[in-house]
């Protein structure tokens, strides 16, 4: 238990340490409008960066998020990479480009943390160094927080040159800390079954179906039945209100895609 203490106040003084040195040209910093939050829940978080150099700088993008999440338990102090990204950030010359920021400009990116599926590994076929060397400082469930307990979680963003193609180095928020407890009643069957069929989370936070997955009629429809069953066996779930919200907006973004579809078959 000491020696655990002792690891996370060692890793707790190497991030102020670098925070300092960057305070001089730049802030960086995490925050949360709640520090619990109950399994099955989106953790909601907003990073703030600010220029405060003389220079233009250029941030790395990934996705539909700029800088990237590092979680680790309390019980061990680990820090974890959480990538999320909705992949609908526009590309140029097919390539993300960075976002670009000028003097005492400042950026505010709202965050959300749940599904980590589609960044998890394939190491079945390697051999268990190998494997170690992919999964070694990743997030390796479907959740981002898999259990209950406190963690502490950070921001991290990479500064590029303005190509977007060379690393100048990373900057680091202090931690926050967040407690997550288990659900009750209802709420724990919908985690459960979201537990099960982790693509149910992929759905609570983005509206949307996994890409490349649901593209058959049948499967699509197998899908979305499962998540109307859930709504209406727990109408008075918190859980299944954000099933619902998130059905309304895929049907919404469904609609839209269906007239622009129409809209192009008409043109001759």
């Known amino acids: 238990m000491l ?35 109950r399994l099955g829940e989106l953790v909601v978080l907003e990073a703030i960066f600010k220029n405060n150099s003389a220079e233009d700088l250029y941030l790395l993008q990934d996705g539909s998020q700029i800088p990237f999440i590092r979680i680790a338990s309390k019980s061990d102090g680990e820090f974890k990479t959480y990538v999320f990204s909705e992949q609908n950030t526009p ?25 980590n599926k589609n960044y998890l590994p394939e190491v079945r076929n390697l051999s268990e160094n190998a494997a170690q060397s992919y999964t070694k ?20 963003v990479e500064l590029t040159d303005k190509n977007g193609l060379k690393s100048v ?6 931690p926050v800390l967040i407690s997550i407890t288990e659900p009750e009643g209802d709420d724990l069957k919908v985690w459960n079954l979201m537990k099960i069929n982790s693509d149910l989370g992929y759905f ?15 499967e699509r429809a197998k899908f979305l039945s499962e998540v109307e069953q859930i709504i209406e066996q727990y109408p008075y779930s918190p859980y299944a209100e954000s099933l619902r919200q998130s059905m309304a907006k895929f049907q919404a973004n469904e609609a839209k895609r269906q007239e622009s579809l129409q809209k192009i078959q008409k043109q001759p």
């Open 91 to 115: 590309k140029k010359d097919g390539k993300i480009p960075p976002v670009k920021l000028v003097h005492n400009e400042s950026l505010i990116k709202k965050l959300t943390v749940f599904w």
């Open 169 to 174: 180095r990373q900057v680091e928020s202090e």
């Open 137 to 156: 400082g990743k997030i390796l469930t479907d959740y981002a927080f898999p259990k209950s307990g406190d963690y502490y979680v950070k921001v991290v």
């Open 204 to 218: 609570v936070q983005t509206g949307d179906l996994i890409r490349g997955k649901y593209y058959l009629t049948e």
């Open 3 to 37: 020696i655990s203490l002792l690891f996370i106040f060692i890793m707790f003084s190497f991030g102020m340490i670098k925070n300092n040195e960057a305070s001089e040209n730049i802030n960086l910093a995490l925050r949360s409008s709640q520090t619990s939050y």
